[in-house]
């Protein structure tokens, strides 16, 4: 198995798909189960995470040494999931750090 998923438009490590956004065990795997995603979809749910990544949504930036780091709200299963990115300085690509369901965010 790839460390990530190919693209020129962001770094996804693959076990942060396979191995922690479609764990079963875990309280965001409804959101991505409502919208028809499984265990073993995961090259399928980055190629959505990858489409609908837009840094002009981003909020809540962080600058630190080195990197600058921001969330982007998607919806995902009626659920608000906020993802979180970070642009290493010496990164061409912004890198894929975590997804969780933000309970704050209200969607229509």
């Known amino acids: 198995m790839p460390e990530c998923y190919p693209s020129m438009k962001v770094y996804v490590p693959v076990a942060k798909i396979e191995g922690y956004l479609l764990d079963t065990?875990?309280?965001?795997?409804?959101?991505?189960?409502?919208e028809g995603?499984?265990?073993g979809d995961g090259?399928?749910?980055?190629?959505?995470?990858?489409?609908?990544?837009?840094r002009s949504?981003?909020?809540?930036?962080?600058?630190g040494?080195?990197?600058t780091?921001?969330?982007i709200s998607m919806e995902f299963g009626g659920a608000a999931v906020r993802t979180v990115w970070?642009?290493?300085?010496?990164?061409?690509?912004?890198?894929?750090?975590?997804?969780?369901?933000?309970?704050?965010?209200e969607h229509d």
């Open 37 to 39: 995603y499984r265990p």
């Open 69 to 71: 780091q921001y969330s």
């Open 86 to 105: 970070r642009e290493d300085h010496i990164s061409p690509k912004p890198r894929f750090i975590t997804a969780y369901i933000d309970r704050r965010i």
């Open 65 to 67: 040494l080195g990197y």
């Open 43 to 54: 090259y399928k749910l980055f190629k959505e995470l990858e489409r609908r990544y837009d």
């Open 57 to 63: 949504k981003a909020f809540d930036f962080i600058y």
């Open 25 to 34: 065990t875990r309280d965001h795997y409804a959101a991505f189960e409502a």
